[in-house]
């Protein structure tokens, strides 16, 4: 898919988005807008992977580490076809496929269910050591939120994928700036390149973690021979909504019918 084709799949899941989270009066928009570029580019251009056969031992895996921005991943999968868009209006509800943490038992496309934030990645680090042990060809990617990094189950990870030399493993960091801790808007500590390097990871920072174009191109870096790589994305909690842009408060709260059709216009300019 070329370029112009995957932005346009962009504001198409971002209105995916508000339109599940306003329908559900939950959920997570902020950390889920922010994560959009790398799901798309992911997905429609750079995982080997098919709706049609969701379970192929062979396919490339995703590990959504910031559990809480599933309204994006579902976005992109409804999307490129492993289930039906309608299947939206039904997140968060009772017996739904979209829970409002991805369950790989309930929906088609999920490789973890994920939510407690720092095992994410640790389920990747697994999931890419099986691949190496049973010489399984695919790749794994896992995406964590900058809030998320002060659990120290990231970095134990982190050293256990150096140390077991995953160079089949891309880890994203979805570095918004901004997360909420204890219901009170708190600095993430933003992480910085040197903190992976220093951990023996291939690094490499995106200055536009939103520039699809950006993000591509760091996908498509061939792996350096026994080093997993680390790609820090600096983005925009609630990217593409301006009244949602670097705002905590938009953490986990749903928009309004106004707010839905504000933010529904500007993604439709």
């Known amino acids: 898919m070329d370029t112009p084709a995957l932005k346009n799949i962009c504001p198409q899941v971002r209105r995916d988005i508000i339109n599940m989270t306003a329908n559900a009066g939950s959920g997570h928009p902020g950390g889920s807008l922010s994560a959009v570029e790398m799901l798309v580019a992911l997905y429609f251009d750079v995982m080997n992977v098919d709706p049609k056969n969701p379970s192929d031992p062979a396919r490339d895996r995703l590990v959504l580490s910031k559990g809480h921005a599933a309204p994006a991943l579902y976005g992109v999968l ?87 030399g995953l160079d089949n493993l891309t880890v994203l960091v979805d570095n918004n700036g901004v997360a909420e801790q204890k219901g009170a808007p708190a600095e993430t500590g933003a992480p910085h390149a040197h903190e992976y390097v220093a951990f023996r990871l291939l690094t490499i920072e995106l200055a536009d973690g939103n520039d699809i174009e950006a993000v591509l191109a760091a996908l498509k870096i061939p792996p350096m021979k026994g080093k997993p790589t680390l790609i820090l994305c600096h983005t925009h909690k609630g990217k593409g909504v301006s009244f949602m842009e670097d705002q905590v408060g938009w953490h986990g709260k749903a928009p309004n019918e106004q707010q839905r059709a504000e933010a529904l216009k500007e993604l439709e300019g």
């Open 78 to 164: 409804g999307e490129k076809g492993y289930f039906s868009t309608e299947e939206f209006k039904n997140f968060r509800q009772l017996h739904s496929i979209l829970q409002g943490h991805p369950d790989a038992k309930k929906c088609p496309g999920v490789d973890a269910s994920t939510g407690s934030l720092g095992q994410g990645i640790s389920i990747a680090v697994g999931m890419a050591l099986g691949a190496k042990t049973t010489g399984n060809p695919c790749r794994v990617y896992t995406i964590c939120g900058d809030g998320e990094l002060q659990e120290g189950l990231v970095w134990e990870a982190s050293m256990a994928a150096a140390h077991y």
